[in-house]
């Protein structure tokens, strides 16, 4: 189990609980907390950097099929980040 935490609102929760990837969570953070606003895209982005997740693309489109609204800038800015362009 990693010894790091991550800061959380319900929406990557909810999102990764809709896209059946809420296992990534433990495989990256030790501790999540729930405060305020952190973004689906970069738990992500972050699990694809770790070889957790193959790729960002389809678990952000499925993410936003179930209602996840991401802005299209943003959302290309996170598949740049990973390559996915």
Same mark, same amino acid.
């Given at each position: 189990?990693?010894?790091?935490?991550?800061?959380?609102?319900?929406? /990557?929760? +909810?999102?990764?609980?809709?896209?059946? =990837?809420? #296992?990534? +969570?433990? =495989?990256?953070?030790?501790? @999540?907390?729930? /405060? &305020?606003?952190? %973004?689906? %895209?970069? +738990?992500?982005? *972050?699990? $694809? $950097?770790?070889?957790? +997740?193959?790729?960002? $693309? /389809?678990?952000? #489109?499925?993410? !936003?099929? !179930?209602?996840?609204?991401?802005?299209?800038?943003?959302?290309? =800015? %996170?598949?740049?980040? @990973?390559? &996915? *362009?």
């Amino acid at each position: 189990m990693p010894d790091s935490s991550i800061v959380s609102d319900t929406s /990557p929760l +909810l999102y990764l609980g809709r896209i059946r =990837q809420l #296992e990534v +969570l433990p =495989q990256l953070f030790s501790r @999540v907390y729930i /405060p &305020e606003q952190v %973004a689906v %895209a970069g +738990l992500l982005i *972050r699990a $694809k $950097k770790m070889g957790i +997740l193959p790729a960002v $693309k /389809p678990y952000l #489109e499925a993410a !936003q099929s !179930q209602g996840f609204y991401l802005h299209p800038d943003t959302y290309t =800015q %996170a598949l740049f980040l @990973v390559g &996915e *362009r």
